[in-house]
């Protein structure tokens, strides 16, 4: 078993039931308001005279003075536009009803699942509107106290517990915290028993885990600190820091990472829980790693390669002294796991111990057994394997949705996990790893009864003839008569799968007698590496016809029509949602592309982000990748004359990982060349990030708005 971070990863869990039939409520919903139509008078944005030469392509970006983040000029545009959207946003007239019921509805107690460490057990509380989870701890039956509380980390909530870890006896703790949603974190060890911090804070880590080795010291990684603007400047070698406790950062140990030869963007080490080995892991871009181990047994051992391939992803998931486990998807896009011996670990020495299924593996381990999550069609199903590979049972699970969990300490017998699917709130299962038996250790508090909604999945055919699943959720009793106003969600892209979860803001949508669909779309990885890849570079356009034909679906199957349908992506998903609303823009009445990848030619010039060419490619790859890339760029496909869908673009102004240049550079764009009379605004959070450790109050505030503008837009009268 690795020593590696407890991510804090506390998913919200907002409810609500409506005091009236879904049938008259959204009849109500229905009315249409006479025709109001207010003068929206947008800022002022400069016209720079920056071009950019592109195989010969000469490429005008007249708003690359957005880019600056640190000149006052940009301040003052971020203002003038906020100031424009919050006056827009005022004249809603249920903006504050939405508010209080979101804060209604999110009033009640949340609680992880509980993790062992040292004579703990530890466990994330949210009292109900705390803006940050509590860290709590219990010896045996004795009364449960605080150990780290967040909300004392700042006054205004926006300085959040990014992540902790504890050595291996639970006496010492590395936690990061996260300032205002940045990535760039700070460190602070504690001895757990006191509660006193030891040594002195380390600053400027950067996407970094924390693993102890023995109560020496810890690893950890971080980039040089940029010259220039922090939030902005590229960052694209990784390092691997040996931090001995007692001694000052700067005299920190370089482990990997410091030569032209090894030079990563992303490096991330792990110490197995027998401190034999050190496991290393390396990578240029989002997906395929090297790996490489260090016998810690001897002072002079030589790092050896395990995979220098960054084809495939490979990773160390314990060990038993000499012979390793590895998960990898080389030979097998839907993952496996093998075993190797540490003195020759080289891919042609593995054996397969859980060959590869037709399913997409994610593996976890605790009890000395390992736990296979597969994916079919989205959904979980979960199998208990020993460490020879024998199976020992399917696990029972109670519903369809997704179960996660499973991990723990080789010794524990008793495990934990979570299920949840779109309209159940999070349920906290205790296992038995012996017995195979489940009972439920917490049920959500939440007052949501998922008997009066339906969540069922469908299979639709995009525009090559690929079958995607997408999943559509909604109050029993709506009518499906092309009326219903309805978000549609995707992301698509970085493997990365969408499984059904229960959402705080999305019970609040469905409340209103909102449909809410999620579309699993080539790109991400619910079908292994093949649909990853299926949505990458000189393929993403399949991304965004999986997304058209959801919305196409929804329409000819009268869940929605055009005047109510919404579509909302985050991040990768925010490129989504400006790509299609600008290659369709009838499609859709509304568009809400949030913390965007919108500047396509432009987007690995900032922070870590030609970390993400392997999906995307770079405008520099080729004269092919260039035109592909401007052929969907949103920023380069606003068209002068069009009518957009009513947009409202969310960003936050210390965003470091998509910076915020993306959304500020595609407003500007909308706002010169849209015609109509829809809206087409930014909300730009001030000092706020990515998104990770957002406030709760914060969360209340956008959603509010988000759900307010769309609703108003679609013509809804009152709710």
């Not at 703790?173 to 949603?181: K, W």
């Not at 992301?491 to 699993?520: C, D, H, K, M």
């Not at 910076?659 to 001030?686: C, W």
């Amino acid at each position: 078993m690795l020593k590696k971070s407890l991510a804090v990863a506390v998913c919200i869990a907002l409810t609500g039931c409506s005091e009236k039939p879904a049938s008259q409520q959204q009849n109500e919903q229905l009315e249409q308001p006479e025709k109001q139509v207010a003068q929206i008078n947008y800022p002022d944005t400069r016209k720079g005279d920056v071009v950019d030469s592109y195989f010969g392509e000469q490429v005008a970006d007249p708003y690359r003075w957005l880019e600056d983040d640190m000149s006052e000029e940009t301040a003052k545009w971020v203002e003038a536009q906020n100031q424009v959207t919050f006056d827009y946003l005022e004249q809603i007239p249920y903006r504050d009803e939405l508010k209080e019921r979101l804060k209604t509805l999110m009033d009640y107690e949340k609680v992880s699942a509980p993790f062992k460490e040292g004579d703990y057990t530890y466990f994330y509380k949210n009292d109900g509107l705390q803006n940050q989870y509590v860290l709590y701890r219990q010896k045996g039956e004795g009364e449960a106290e605080i150990f780290l509380d967040p909300n004392t980390f700042s006054e205004d909530g926006t300085t959040s517990l990014a992540g902790i870890s504890f050595s291996e006896d639970g006496s010492l703790a590395a936690y990061q915290i996260s300032e205002g949603g940045s990535d760039w974190r700070k460190v602070i060890v504690l001895d757990t028993e006191t509660k006193k911090q030891l040594g002195e804070t380390l600053v400027d880590v950067k996407f970094s885990g924390i693993s102890w080795l023995g109560n020496d010291g810890f690893y950890y990684s971080s980039y040089d600190k940029p010259e220039g603007s922090e939030l902005s400047a590229k960052t694209d070698q990784h390092k691997l820091y040996y931090h001995k406790l007692g001694t000052a950062q700067k005299d920190d140990q370089l482990i990997f990472g410091g030569t032209e030869a090894q030079k990563h963007r992303y490096v991330g080490a792990a110490v197995t829980s027998d401190e034999r080995f050190l496991v290393i892991s390396a990578a240029v871009s989002t997906s395929g790693n090297k790996l490489f181990i260090k016998d810690l047994t001897d002072e002079n051992s030589e790092l050896v390669t395990v995979i220098d391939d960054i084809t495939y992803d490979t990773s160390v998931i314990d060990n038993e002294g000499d012979k390793l486990f590895l998960v990898t998807n080389k030979d097998a896009p839907n993952k496996r796991v093998v075993t190797v011996d540490a003195k020759d670990p080289a891919p042609e020495n593995w054996q397969d111990l859980i060959p590869e299924t037709d399913n997409v593996l994610n593996l976890s381990k605790g009890g000395g057994y390992f736990f296979a999550r597969y994916m079919v069609d989205a959904i979980s199903q979960v199998k208990q394997f020993d460490k020879s590979g024998k199976l020992v049972r399917e696990i029972a699970l109670p519903g369809v949705g997704t179960a996660s969990g499973f991990g723990g300490k080789q010794e524990q017998q008793t495990l934990y996990y979570t299920f949840t699917n779109y309209k159940t709130p999070g349920t906290i299962f205790s296992f038995d790893v012996q017995s195979g038996e489940s009972q439920v250790y917490r049920e959500s508090g939440a007052k949501f009864d998922p008997s009066q909604y339906e969540s069922k999945q469908v299979f639709y055919t995009s525009k090559d003839g690929t079958k995607v699943p997408m999943i559509i959720t909604y109050k029993k009793g709506t009518k499906l008569n092309g009326e219903a106003p309805t978000i549609l969600y995707g992301y698509g892209g970085f493997n990365i799968s969408l499984t059904p979860r229960f959402s705080a803001t999305t019970a609040a949508w469905l409340e209103q007698g909102g449909v809410y669909a999620v579309a699993n779309l080539r790109g991400g990885g619910e079908y292994g590496k093949k649909w990853h890849k299926a949505g990458t570079q000189l393929e993403k356009q399949n991304v965004f016809d999986d997304f058209i034909a959801a919305a196409e679906f929804l329409i000819d199957n009268d869940y929605t029509s055009s005047e109510r349908l919404a579509v909302r992506g985050g991040s990768n998903g925010g490129l989504l949602v400006g790509a299609v609303m600008t290659q369709r823009p009838d499609l859709f009445k509304v568009a809400l592309p949030a913390v965007g990848v919108l500047d396509m030619l432009r987007y690995h010039t900032f922070t870590a982000g030609a970390g993400w060419a392997y999906d995307y490619g770079t405008a520099q790859d080729s004269k092919e990748m260039f035109n592909y890339l401007k052929g969907y760029s949103p920023v380069h496909n606003v068209k002068p004359g069009v009518h957009y869908p009513a947009t409202l673009i969310t960003t936050g102004d210390h965003d470091d990982r998509v910076v915020p240049a993306h959304s500020y550079k595609f407003a500007a764009e909308l706002q010169d060349k849209h015609q109509g009379e829809n809206p087409v605004m930014i909300r730009i959070e001030t000092n706020a990030g990515h998104g990770a450790g957002t406030p709760t109050s914060k969360t209340i505030e956008q959603y509010a708005d988000i759900y307010g503008f769309t609703l108003y837009n679609m013509g809804i009268k009152k709710l």
